[in-house]
C-alpha cells in the first residue's frame, strides 16, 4: 500500500526532524575526513539508524522520500562548491599545478568515501525512489554532483599535471603512483557519469583524456629521436 499524503505542515516538520540529524552526521564524516583522519567504526555502525529513520519517514508520505532526495543531491553539490571547486579554482588561477593535483585527488578521495557512506545511510531511497520514479542511483547523482561542481572546472589543469607526472616517471624520476590512479580515475569514473550508455561515456573519456594523452606521447617520443 502507498504512503498516505501528509498535510503540508506535518510534512514539512517530519523533514525537519528527520533531514537535520542526518546532515549534521553527513557534515561530521567530512569534516573527518578532510581532517585526514579515518572515520571510526561508530560512525558505520550507525547506518542502520539513520536507515530506520529514512524508512519510518518516507513511508509516512512518497513526497518526503523525493524531498530527502532532493535534499541530499544539493547538499554534496553546496558542498563540493564551497569547499572544493572554490579552492580548485584558486590553485588554477595561480598556476600551483602540483598542489591543484594533489588537492584534487585527496578531495576525490574523501569524495567516494563520503559517497560510500551516504549510500549506506540513504539505501532505502535506492531500493524505493531511484526505481520507482526513475532517478539516478545515489552513486550516480554524487558523481554528477563532483563531476558538475569540480570536473568541469579543473579538467584541462589535471590533465595537463597527469602529462607532466607521466613523463616525469618515463624519465626514471620516482613519482606518486596512487595520486596519478586517483587522478586518472576522476576522467574515468566522473567525466563519464553524465553519459547515456557505454558508447557515449566511451567517447567522453577519449575526447577529455586519451586523445591528450596520445597525443602527449607522440609528443615526448618525437622528441627523444
Same mark, same amino acid.
Given at each position: ?89 584558486? /590553485?588554477? &588561477? =595561480?598556476?600551483?599545478?602540483?598542489? #591543484?593535483?594533489?588537492?584534487?585527488? %585527496? +578531495? @576525490?578521495? !574523501? ?17 524505493? /525512489?531511484? &526505481? =520507482?520514479?526513475?532517478?539516478?542511483? #545515489?552513486?550516480?547523482?554524487?558523481? %554528477? +554532483? @563532483?563531476? !558538475? ?20 616517471? =618515463? ?55
Amino acid at each position: 500500500m502507498a504512503p498516505k499524503k501528509l498535510s503540508r505542515d506535518k510534512l514539512k516538520d517530519i523533514f525537519e526532524e528527520t533531514w537535520t540529524p542526518l546532515h549534521q552526521s553527513l557534515n561530521e564524516v567530512l569534516a573527518v575526513l578532510r581532517d585526514g583522519k579515518t572515520p571510526s567504526g561508530n560512525i558505520f555502525r550507525n547506518k542502520m539508524a539513520w536507515y530506520s529513520l529514512i524508512y519510518d519517514a518516507a513511508t509516512k508520505d512518497q513526497n518526503l522520500a523525493q524531498m530527502l532526495y532532493q535534499k541530499l543531491g544539493e547538499w554534496i553539490k553546496a558542498d563540493l562548491e564551497q569547499n572544493v571547486t572554490k579552492q580548485a579554482r584558486d /590553485l588554477a &588561477q =595561480r598556476g600551483e599545478s602540483e598542489q #591543484l593535483f594533489r588537492f584534487i585527488s %585527496k +578531495s @576525490f578521495s !574523501d569524495f567516494k568515501l563520503i559517497s560510500r557512506y551516504a549510500q549506506l545511510v540513504f539505501r532505502y531511497l535506492d531500493q524505493y /525512489l531511484t &526505481q =520507482r520514479q526513475n532517478h539516478d542511483k #545515489l552513486d550516480k547523482m554524487f558523481l %554528477k +554532483s @563532483f563531476n !558538475d561542481a569540480v570536473y568541469e572546472n579543473v579538467k584541462k589543469e589535471l590533465m595537463n599535471v597527469i602529462i607532466r607526472i607521466v613523463n616525469s616517471g =618515463r624519465e626514471g624520476n620516482r613519482i606518486d603512483r596512487a595520486a596519478l590512479a586517483a587522478a586518472v580515475d576522476i576522467f574515468n569514473s566522473v567525466g563519464t557519469s553524465s553519459a547515456a550508455n557505454n558508447e557515449d561515456a566511451e567517447k567522453k573519456y577519449h575526447a577529455d583524456f586519451e586523445k591528450h594523452y596520445m597525443k602527449a606521447l607522440e609528443d615526448s617520443y618525437y622528441l627523444k629521436t
